[in-house]
């Protein structure tokens, strides 16, 4: 089995910074695309950023230049860094991974999400 773990929310005031992480553990080969998302209340679940095992990104366009998405391959961990957080960034963010539990088996696996508030 495996498990990700997101780390990192909390409140924060308009303009500040926080640093997500997610570690995916258990029976883990690899990971390929590593993602995060987010939920407000009373909102549909959006993708905040991507990154490839090679490490190319994508935003969602109103993070862009604000958040910046990176991975580390031998800690099996994504990260994203958020900085001049607007109260607009509230929101439940949770990882998304595709783990490879061999060379040939790969399932798509979600964190329990980690709570960002921004206040202003």
């Known amino acids: 089995q495996v498990q990700l773990v997101e780390t990192g929310g909390g409140l924060v005031q308009a303009g500040g910074s926080l640093r997500l992480s997610c570690v995916a553990s258990g029976d883990v080969f690899g990971v390929n695309e590593m993602e995060w998302y987010r939920q407000a209340p009373g909102k549909q679940r959006e993708r905040v950023a991507t990154i490839e095992r090679g490490g190319n990104t994508n935003y969602l366009r109103s993070v862009e230049g604000r958040f910046i998405i990176s991975r580390d391959n031998a800690k099996n961990t994504v990260y994203l860094q958020m900085n001049s957080l607007k109260t607009e960034d509230t929101a439940v963010y949770y990882c998304?991974?595709?783990?490879?539990?061999?060379?040939?088996?790969?399932?798509?696996?979600w964190g329990q999400g980690t709570q960002v508030t921004v206040s202003s």
């Open positions: 998304r991974a595709d783990v490879l539990h061999s060379a040939n088996y790969e399932y798509e696996y």
